[in-house]
């Protein structure tokens, strides 16, 4: 497939600027929108020997523009042009997050992770619930972009593949939906590599995988080879990532590990309970580390009373720098996971993860 030159305009409306990304399904091009004004990505398929792909993908676009979540990009027009499909959808710029993590070095914040780790939850929560399912099946963090608002977005419905640029249908099966599908296999779960079929359960392997990855900043072990360390009688080559950062709690690191089962039926049953699990375990952290600060800080006081005390506020935590640049750190709000009333209760399930995305201007 010879790649679109720039300047050429497609439908009278959409004008290539240049070519911002590549598979085995096709293309994604960044375009003008000459009518409204605005840049799009235009992804471009070809599936002239093979009619099921073509009408999969069709089948899927026409999904997928019904969508309406704050996590997943809009998609405002699909078309043919001879023997090639598009897929006109809101451009999302800047770098993926799996990149930001190769340019920084270092593990995101926890408390940046579990903000996106919500709204992802969230997101696939409401993907799940339609009738049938809709399951994206390639998450990873190449597949995740942030807004300029700091907010999540969930990329690649409908294009998805695997690493080796081979694309596959998958039939509808019980608790899933046919479509064009493809996998990452450090992010997919067993029965999705044996190709046995996917249900709402393989998206919350691919969505852990990804935490465990933007939390320690090491990418997990496939699932094959865990298969096959577990049926040797080895270790999990995947290590829990509260050995591997100090900062991620054990309640946190154990959801994150469940989530990454390699057996299906010990994973999660869905995404809401994996939320409300993931809710708590930071919650009850952050209630954890609160108590440790206060009884250093009320030992401290005892053994120099002449001391001056201050007021110590816990909404505030110090987080990294993850601009490209030089930037010194800056303190960033972040408010807790749940409200005093509520962590007095017991953590109330139904409580969100706040998170002042305005007060981090140098996030990744």
């Given at each position: 497939?010879k ?22 399904m096709?293309?994604v091009?960044l ?25 999969a993908?069709?089948r ?27 897929l ?14 190769e340019?920084?070095?270092?593990p995101f ?8 780790a ?13 009738e049938p ?6 998450i990873?963090?190449q ?5 300029d ?6 990329l690649?419905?409908?294009?998805s593949?695997?690493?080796t640029?081979?694309t596959?249908i ?5 608790g899933s939906?046919?479509s ?6 450090h992010y997919a ?15 919350i ?6 935490l465990y ?5 090491v990418?997990?072990a496939?699932a094959?080879?865990?298969?096959d360390?577990?049926l040797?009688g ?10 591997l950062?100090t ?8 959801v994150?590990l469940?989530?990454m ?8 049953t ?5 939320q409300?699990a993931l ?12 108590a440790k ?15 001056p ?5 816990f909404?505030?935590?110090e ?6 640049g030089?930037t010194?750190?800056v303190p ?7 409200g ?5 209760a017991?953590?109330d399930?139904?409580a969100?993860?706040?998170?002042d995305?305005?007060?981090h201007?140098?996030?990744?």
């Amino acid at each position: 497939m010879k790649p679109l030159a720039q300047n050429t305009l497609i439908q009278s409306r959409y004008l290539i600027v240049q070519l911002i990304g590549k598979g085995g399904m096709g293309e994604v091009y960044l375009a003008v929108d000459q009518r409204l004004g605005s840049a799009v990505a235009l992804k471009r398929t070809f599936f002239a020997d093979d009619e099921m792909l073509g009408n999969a993908f069709e089948r899927e676009a026409r999904i997928l523009a019904r969508l309406r979540h704050p996590v997943l990009p809009k998609v405002s027009d699909h078309f043919g042009e001879g023997e090639e499909q598009f897929l006109v959808m809101e451009h999302i710029s800047g770098d993926d997050l799996a990149k930001r993590l190769e340019l920084a070095q270092k593990p995101f914040p926890v408390q940046w992770v579990m903000f996106w780790a919500d709204q992802l939850l969230d997101a696939l929560a409401y993907l799940h619930s339609h009738e049938p399912p809709i399951i994206h099946r390639d998450i990873k963090p190449q597949n995740l972009k942030l807004t300029d608002d700091n907010n999540v977005v969930l990329l690649d419905f409908g294009l998805s593949k695997n690493s080796t640029g081979n694309t596959k249908i998958t039939p509808g099966s019980s608790g899933s939906t046919g479509s064009v599908v493809g996998y990452t296999p450090h992010y997919a779960p067993m029965e999705q590599i044996r190709g046995v079929g996917t249900s709402a359960q393989s998206d919350i392997y691919s969505l852990s995988a990804t935490l465990y990855q933007l939390l320690t900043n090491v990418v997990p072990a496939d699932a094959l080879s865990r298969a096959d360390a577990l049926l040797n009688g080895s270790p999990d080559p995947v290590s829990p990532p509260s050995d591997l950062v100090t900062e991620i709690s054990s309640a946190v690191s154990t959801v994150i590990l469940r989530g990454m089962e390699v057996s299906l039926e010990k994973r999660f049953t869905n995404a809401r309970e994996m939320q409300k699990a993931l809710r708590k375990a930071y919650s009850n952290a952050k209630d954890e580390m609160s108590a440790k600060t206060v009884a250093f800080a009320a030992g401290d006081s005892t053994s120099n009373s002449s001391a001056p005390v201050h007021n110590t506020s816990f909404d505030k935590t110090e987080v990294m720098d993850y601009s490209p640049g030089q930037t010194p750190s800056v303190p960033s709000p972040v408010v807790d996971a749940v409200g005093a009333d509520a962590a007095a209760a017991g953590a109330d399930m139904e409580a969100t993860i706040a998170f002042d995305p305005g007060a981090h201007p140098n996030l990744p």
